[in-house]
């Protein structure tokens, strides 16, 4: 089986309007490679990614739920806490949140925007600067 990597990167609101202004001049439709997601600091992207969003994502991806009730089960924590884990992460680009029917109720299935199994986050150098700075002041 191949390694289908997710790459993590980091980008300021800064970098990403000059790549997007850049972008609508040369008509590209993406400015996004499909394997990458950016955060604008690794201090964001430490504070969102918590344990129990990387293990709900292994859950996702080993056992496919069908709903986020069933990922609740899985994972056995309180559904109301998954449910806004998995609306973080919806909101992020990790998950796709599909709705469908079962009678009266509407139900929400958990699935994964990338088809990866393994997950590199590329820190800039400046930031292991920045933390070094921080511990001597």
Known sequence: MKTKILHIKFQSLEEFRTEGRNAIKTHKTSIQKEDELFFSSVV???????????????????????????????????????SRDCYALEAVGFINLTTYRDGDREIKKPELIFDYNKIEVHIPERVHLDFRLAKIA
């Open 44 to 82: 964001l992207f430490e504070r969102f990614f918590t344990p129990q969003k990387y293990r709900l994502l292994a859950l996702i991806r080993a056992l496919q739920p069908n709903s986020i009730y069933q990922l609740a089960q899985f994972a056995d924590r309180d559904f109301a806490n998954v």
